[in-house]
């Protein structure tokens, strides 16, 4: 059963069951690139739009109430989670979002005209263009949309990121008084302990955090009011800060309006920072997950100074044989998030003039990155990080014979004095504690002070260790 609608390029068959209408089949046969659809939360935040326009249209009285109050029930439904398939349209779609704009107007329309006792399409009486768009355009409340989806989305990434982070403080706390040998250029350095590296990474978690929630906070600024161009043609007097007032009410955020309605069309940089804050994380996830790895290498011809949850078997044919697969996850979800920033990179920059119209693509990576970090980041750290055990015996060796200890003789005998018991040190494997006392250099008491490994990895330093961002 078809039912016949129009646009300006001709008449179409529409299926007759379906809310959407002739716009998007246009948009399903021209974009039949991934199958990959708008997620909800883009969808909801799309109706939330459609329901604010309808109800500070309604108070211009540029729409009458009739009309007004079917659009705001029906976007109110779509908010609610209903009609998600009716949504078919490509997240690789028309530019600015056109495709996707036309078939939320084209829903909502024909789910008022049900409410209203009307047949779907007859768009005479209640239009997806005349009065479904009344006051928008594409062009401003596609990233208007985007915004707000982001934030929603990225609020439980903060949760999230605060849990990696707490987890990670807490092996700190654990580790506090576990000397191991430093290591720069991956050669031996003075010691650390297995705590200091830990808090290290949870101060790297919060400092990262804090940039994604300064970034986020930044897509509270929004263009709609602009209309096509920014300078908000057709919309009614007062439109844009009734607009932007309902839209605070109804989605609970301090939306404001964009200080420069025509750079916020002409420029999406705010949205390209924001990606931007993932891939800084997400540059620290590959760090901290790669020095996980190499910790827990081995067991006997790698470092082996840790040992990593054994969640599954590594091996189809070596027996007993356990990787750090959980580690190795957050690199492949790591490196994703860096090349969909990549692709927003090359979408900002390519806006010209009035618009940049790669919106959609925008979105598109942005909350894919953040489903893929909220994720996964939770179970890497109930199934990762709060189960690693460090093997104390082998810090302890490993420190106690550094030669690079040799570097606290330096105030006594000098650098190149020093380096030379290093040398030593290396070529006899006699530890430089043992080789200074032999040379008379230090007294045994002097020695057991100095090579005090806690008092060398800890003490001097305690202070600067939780450090909190």
């Known amino acids: 059963m078809m039912r016949q609608e129009r646009d300006p390029l001709g008449v179409r068959n529409v299926p007759s069951e379906a809310y959407y ?5 246009r948009a399903m046969e021209n974009f039949p690139v991934s199958g990959i659809r708008e997620p909800p939360g883009m969808i909801a935040a799309y109706a939330v739009i459609k329901k604010a326009a309808a109800l500070t249209n309604m108070e211009a009285g540029v729409l009458d109430p009739q009309r007004g109050n079917a659009i705001v029930a029906a976007a109110e439904e779509i908010i609610a989670g209903n009609y998600a398939d ?18 939320v107007n084209e829903v909502i329309a024909n789910r008022a005209l049900e409410i209203l006792g009307r047949p779907r399409g007859n768009y005479a009486f209640l239009s997806p263009n005349d009065h479904v768009n009344l006051g928008q ?20 990434l903060d949760t999230v990121l605060a849990g990696l982070a707490a987890a990670l403080e807490k092996k700190g706390d654990a580790f506090a008084l576990l000397p191991k040998s430093g290591r720069t250029h991956l050669m031996d350095a003075i010691p650390v302990t297995l705590g200091d590296e830990f808090y290290a990474y949870s101060a790297a978690v919060r400092r990262a955090a804090g940039r994604i929630r300064e970034r986020r906070d930044g897509l509270l600024e929004v263009a709609i009011g602009g209309t096509a161009t920014g300078n908000g043609a057709n919309a009614p ?3 844009r800060e009734k ?16 200080g420069n309605s025509f750079e916020a069309l002409q420029s999406l940089s705010q949205m390209g920072a924001f990606s931007s804050s993932l891939k800084e994380f997400s540059l620290e996830l590959i760090r901290i997950a790669n020095d996980l790895r190499l910790m827990n290498s081995g067991p006997l011809s790698g470092l082996g100074e840790i040992s990593l949850p054994p969640v599954q078997p590594g091996s189809s044919i070596m027996p007993g044989k356990f990787n750090p697969v959980m580690a190795e996850c957050g690199d492949m979800i790591a490196f994703q998030v860096i090349g969909n920033d990549t692709a927003v990179t090359m979408a900002v920059q390519a806006g010209q003039l009035e618009l940049n119209v790669m919106a959609p693509l925008i979105v598109h990576n942005i909350l ?9 980041l939770p179970v890497f750290t109930v199934q990762c990080i709060d189960g690693i055990a460090a093997n104390e015996e ?10 690079v200890l040799a570097t606290l003789l330096t105030p006594k005998i000098g650098y190149l004095k020093a380096a030379e018991i290093a040398h030593e040190s290396r070529v006899t494997q006699r530890p430089v504690r043992d080789l200074a006392v032999g040379k008379g250099i230090l007294t045994k008491d002097e020695a057991d002070k100095l090579f005090d490994l806690s008092a060398i990895a800890g003490n001097r330093y305690r202070r600067n260790r939780k450090q909190q961002i």
């Open 21 to 25: 209408g002739i716009q998007t089949v």
């Open 86 to 103: 009716q949504f078919p349209v490509d997240v690789y779609q028309a530019g600015a979002g056109t495709s996707f704009n036309m078939n």
């Open 137 to 156: 355009s594409s062009n401003d409340t596609f990233p208007t949309a985007s915004h707000i989806a982001i934030i929603k989305e990225a609020q439980y």
């Open 237 to 239: 007097a007062g439109y």
């Open 243 to 258: 607009v932007i007032s309902t839209l605070r009410s109804l989605t609970g955020l301090e939306i404001v309006p964009a």
């Open 368 to 376: 894919s990155s953040v489903s893929l970090l909220t994720c996964y």
């Open 394 to 403: 082998r810090l302890s060796q490993n420190a106690g014979t550094n030669p």
